[in-house]
Structure formats: structure tokens, C-alpha cells
């Protein structure tokens, strides 16, 4: 009887490997790579809205880009500048955790002065970095608002791009 018994374990291990990759969690499919939009959308106030949009696979990503309109300092019209960088990594085909930064640039005067011409006083600016630093779960396709205040509300929308 023993002698029987290590052939019969030995061809149930053969017929188990063989049919290992038929048996596969439907999970492995979903390390095929992707491309994810990531979509911020902005609404002021008075209900102005503005976007900004990027393209990636799951890992990192980094944008610095100018805002449309400058920003008047003093007689001068100073660009400003919005940053979005992050990480995104896929959880399963519906969902992902977004590590987020959304930020912009303000510029502010920092000093004054009168240079004794026709033209009046010149001013110094520096430029400010605000934003927000944060982690999400997404659901792929599913908006998420991600900031409310007074000046309006933030959300964010990632989709998965069937290529």
C-alpha cells in the first residue's frame, strides 16, 4: 500500500500544476498597464469653473503649468503658476489610491519704493506657494470632492482609458 501511495501524490501534484493557470484569480488581469486620466475640477465662488487634466499610468506624475490670467502686482502683471503632482496605484480595476498635491503660486508685494520718475513708485513681489497635500481612494469614473471652502470646491475625477 505504500509503495502505491507516492505515485498517486506525485500524479495528483502533475494534474494540479496543469490546471494551476486555469484556476487564476481574475485579479491577475488587472496588472495589465492602463492609462488613467486624472481630472481636477475647480468651481469658484460665483460658480466659474476650471480644470486641469493629465494622462498617466499608475505611479508618479507631475505637472507645473502657468494659470491663464496673471495676477496684477503693483503695474506689473505677474504670471502665477499651478502644480499637480502625485501618485496613483491601482487597487483592482474599479478602485486606487490617489497620493495628491494641488497647489498654485501667489504673488504678493514685499516692498515699495519711489524711484523719483514721471513713472511713480516700483514694487517687489514673491511669490507664495499654496495648495493641498492628501491621499485618496478613488473610485474609478466617480467624481470626488476633495475641497470645500468659501472661495468654492475641488473635485477630482479618475478614469480608466480602455486603449
Known amino acids: 500500500m505504500k509503495a502505491l501511495r507516492f ?14 493557470p486555469l484556476l487564476a484569480s481574475p485579479l491577475a488581469e488587472t496588472n495589465v498597464p492602463a492609462n488613467y486620466v486624472i481630472k481636477v475640477l475647480m468651481k469658484d465662488a460665483k460658480g466659474n469653473t476650471s480644470s486641469l487634466q493629465v494622462t498617466t499610468i499608475d505611479g508618479s506624475f507631475e505637472l507645473d503649468t502657468l494659470q491663464k ?4 502686482v503693483g503695474n ?7 502644480k499637480m503632482s502625485g501618485t496613483l496605484t491601482t487597487i483592482d480595476e474599479q478602485k486606487g489610491r490617489l497620493k495628491l498635491y494641488l497647489g498654485r503660486t501667489v504673488p504678493y508685494v514685499t516692498s515699495t519704493f519711489n524711484n523719483g520718475s514721471v513713472a511713480g513708485s516700483s514694487s517687489s513681489y514673491s511669490q507664495l506657494s499654496v495648495g493641498l497635500d492628501s491621499a485618496f481612494v ?24 480602455e486603449n
Open 7 to 20: 505515485p498517486v501524490i506525485a500524479a495528483l501534484g502533475v494534474l494540479l500544476s496543469l490546471t494551476a
Open 69 to 72: 490670467n496673471p495676477v496684477k
Open 76 to 82: 506689473m502683471d505677474v504670471p502665477s503658476t499651478l
Open 138 to 161: 478613488v473610485t474609478f469614473g466617480k467624481p470626488l470632492v476633495i475641497q470645500v471652502d468659501d472661495n468654492g470646491e475641488v473635485s477630482i475625477l479618475v478614469t480608466r482609458e
